[in-house]
């Protein structure tokens, strides 16, 4: 165990669907990413907060994906109009911008997403 | 795109060292080698990382070239616990580095049989 929980663990929803995951980092990290992994691959970055700002968004990330981190602590990626294409491991992970520090990123274990 | 290559598959014996190459000839002067490993069905895990120095923690060794350009992750006593896909990521490191965000390849698939 990371110290970094998602929520759920696992989501079959339908086609058309919206699905909403949870990210809740370790406390004092100030960071957060969400990568996307589907089979067989290595997890893509999709965006990324730094506090409760929005810094960085991959062209993964189409319209129909939002993330937010309100108060600088958990956050959620949502996803509207689900399509089979979007059936993959979705990731978050947490780090500490600091001084000194290694900036490794501490993953939690997924929400896997499967749309019929 | 991800900056290094590495083979699909290996297979080490347990109790023997696990030896994981990387090539990553296109790396910056500011760029560190990192290594994370995949267990099935969880998220990935840091194991170590190195700029030019050789680095060593509990988990594995790390061995970069002189010229950076490869490097070689070592488990020393393989175990069935080992058995991953194990990711050669180059990248900024600490405070200065831009999103520090991780580009992942598909990595080696370490197989250790008993």
């Known amino acids: 165990d990371t110290g970094v929980s998602q929520d759920p663990r696992h989501k079959i929803t339908k086609r058309g669907q919206n699905v909403t995951f949870r990210c809740d980092p370790i406390?004092?990290?100030?960071?957060l990413y969400w990568y996307r992994q589907t089979l067989g691959q290595g997890p893509e970055f999709l965006t990324y907060?730094?506090?409760?700002?929005?810094?960085?968004k991959s062209r993964l990330l189409s319209d129909r994906f939002s993330a937010e981190r309100p108060k600088g602590s958990f956050s959620t990626l949502e996803i509207q109009r689900t399509e089979q294409g979007d059936s993959a491991m979705y990731l978050c992970a947490s780090s500490l911008r600091k001084r000194g520090t290694n900036n490794e990123q501490f993953f939690g274990p997924g929400t896997r997403l499967t749309v019929l | 795109d991800a900056k290094t290559t590495q083979p699909p598959s290996m297979d080490c014996a347990e109790g023997r060292a696990a030896n994981l190459p990387c090539n990553h000839s296109t790396i910056s002067g500011n760029e560190y080698v990192y290594w994370y490993r995949q267990i099935h069905s969880q998220g990935p895990q840091y194991i170590i990382h190195?700029?030019?120095n050789n680095e060593t923690n509990e988990m594995a060794s790390l061995i970069i070239t002189e010229d950076r350009k490869s490097s070689t992750l070592i488990l020393p006593h393989a175990t069935l616990r080992d058995t991953a896909v194990y990711y050669c990521?180059?990248?900024?490191?600490?405070?200065?580095?831009?999103?520090?965000?991780?580009?992942f390849g598909t990595g080696t698939l370490l197989a250790v049989q008993p």
């Open positions: 190195g700029l030019k």
């Open positions: 990521i180059v990248r900024v490191a600490g405070y200065g580095g831009a999103t520090n965000k991780l580009i």
């Open positions: 907060f730094q506090n409760e700002a929005q810094l960085e």
């Open positions: 406390s004092e990290h100030n960071r």
